[in-house]
Nanobody
Framework: QVQLVESGGGLVQPGGSLRLSCAAS????????MGWYRQAPGKQRELVAS???????NYADSAKGRFTVSRDNAKNTVYLQMNSLKPEDTALYYC???????????????WGQGTQVTVSS
């Protein structure tokens, strides 16, 4: 199995920055696309940004120009640098990954437990 563990959330003032990290662990053979989703109270979970193992990134319109997704393939870790944070960025941020674990012939989709980001003065 594969476990995703997020870190880096917290409380920040509007205009501030946070960096989220998500490390995949377990009997991993290969990790394909990794990404970040978020879910605010009363809203559906939405994609924030994703990145392929070849470092091709995709962003939601709300994240473009403010957030940067990156990854370290050797560490099976994905990062989300968030700048110019706004109150509307407040949400539970989830890590997501398509991973193939040792002994498996296919990829499976995995989710982390989430890390809270609160933007407030």
């Amino acid at each position: 199995q594969v476990q995703l563990v997020e870190s880096g959330g917290g409380l920040v003032q509007p205009g501030g920055s946070l960096r989220l990290s998500c490390a995949a662990s377990g009997s991993i053979f290969r990790v394909n696309t990794m990404g970040w989703y978020r879910q605010a109270p009363g809203k559906q979970r939405e994609l924030v940004a994703s990145i392929t193992r070849f470092h091709i990134a995709n962003y939601a319109d709300s994240a473009k120009g403010r957030f940067t997704v990156s990854r370290d393939n050797a560490k099976n870790t994905v990062y989300l640098q968030m700048n110019s944070l706004k109150p509307e960025d407040t949400a539970l941020y989830y890590c997501n990954a398509d991973a193939q674990y040792s002994g498996s012939s296919r990829f499976y989709n995995f989710w982390g437990q989430g890390t809270q980001v609160t933007v407030s003065s």
